[in-house]
């Protein structure tokens, strides 16, 4: 049984101002995307990574994540009109010995491989497991400028992304919705609709997915400062 990870990484990114979809935007002088697969393809418990870019920038961009990766098995094949359409065309690719999806945003490169793991491993004695945290703020419902009614944080929660399933699961429930014409906002919804529970893990709010020019700053800033450090410790090592 195998461990399958899948990245998503078709979308155009169009809250971003750049001719250069945001997945392929470079940070020290490597694609965004590749920040979030080096996640995946160095961590010991995942076995294949599937991953969905634009038909437009197909050619090119397997050609260098192929390179890039080339000690690691992955796939790379076209996305879909939607997300879950990108999605369903990977669990299809997906062999029938597949134990656990991890169903990841490309534009999410902040997760950590110990939270993969914790993932992982809770997912493995549950249907579904996603990574949530709490939220912070106090969160109004507004109509016309007017608040309506404050809600109870309490109980409330940001997700995030990979999203783990019982491989034979998510490939039913994606099956399913196809037929019928069911669209969800992400892959736990699709069980939810279907009557699955969907277990949930806090973890860090640090792994944000980059949505707009602000993220991008910031998720520069982390990455450069990230590598100095980790260049002080190999000179500091080797002095």
Known sequence: MKNIAIITAGGSGKRIKSKIKKQFIEIM????????????????????????????????YKTLIEKEYRDFAISIIAGGKQRQDSVYNALALCSENTNLVLIHDGVRPFISQDEISKLIKKAQHKEAVIPVSKVKNTIKKIKQDKVIKTIQREDLVNVFTPQIFQYKLIK???????????????????????????????????????????????????????????????????D
């Open 172 to 238: 039913q429930c994606h099956d399913k919705a196809k037929k019928i014409g069911i669209y969800c906002t992400d892959d736990a919804a699709l069980l939810e609709h279907f009557g699955y529970i969907v277990s949930t893990l806090e973890c860090s709010s640090h792994n944000f997915k980059i949505t707009d020019q602000f993220d991008l700053e910031i998720a520069k800033f982390i990455l450069k400062n990230s590598l100095l450090k980790e260049s002080k410790i190999r000179h500091d090592k080797q």
């Open 29 to 60: 002088g490597r694609p965004l995307l590749f920040w979030t697969i080096d996640k995946f393809a160095d961590h010991p418990d995942i076995n294949q990574i599937i991953i969905t870019l634009p038909q437009d920038e197909l050619k090119i």
